[in-house]
């Protein structure tokens, strides 16, 4: 998928920080792409679709939650590009990725699913839940018994947490100080493009 759309999504995890990253090692789209030497021009079209890809693929959503998304954005007040990247940032599976709790947001996905996380001491396993300001997040109790925990727990000083967010390193628990806004979203995507693809 990185190599599809020539940006690196971070789907690995800590791998994409390596020189085993395929994007490092095989920097060119898959497959035929390219005729006559020279690589395909793509339409303003497309580019809008890769925009939109990209954000997908990095979110780990499915076509039909990435549209219910987008419908929610459009029915909330503000520029609906960047509402839509605040709702994605604030899917439970996300912010445990972003808590440093797992290191791809697919293994955020698994974490969530297994009912490892708590949301303000009850059990969520729904990955899309949208966290609120105010949220606390944290292991379950049982959960913390377990070798991924015991070596996470000692990984977690290393993490960076985006200013959203707080994280008790010594309790392994987060907080949600505030939703994220247009300050303080560390992404790189441009939401207006996809706006603009499903405008047409």
Known sequence: MCRYLGEKLMLKGEKCATPKCPLERKNKPPGEHSVGGRPRRVSERGLQLHEKQKIRFSYGVLERQFRRFFALAQKATGATGETLLILLERRLDNVVYRLGFA??????????????????????????????????????????????????????????????????????????????????????????????????
Request: hydrophobic share 35%; net charge positive.
């Open 103 to 200: 290191s791809s947001r697919s293994q955020a996905r698994q974490v969530v699913r297994h009912g490892h996380i708590l949301v303000n001491d009850h059990k969520v396993n729904i990955p899309s839940y949208l966290v609120r300001q105010g949220d606390s997040i944290k292991w379950r109790k049982g959960s913390t018994k377990t070798e991924y925990y015991k070596r996470l727990a000692g990984e977690i000083e290393t993490r960076i947490i985006p200013a959203w967010l707080s994280l008790d390193k010594e309790k392994m628990t987060g907080e949600v100080l505030a939703l994220p806004d247009k300050e303080t979203l560390d992404v790189k995507f441009d939401g207006k493009v996809v706006v603009e693809y499903y405008s047409r």
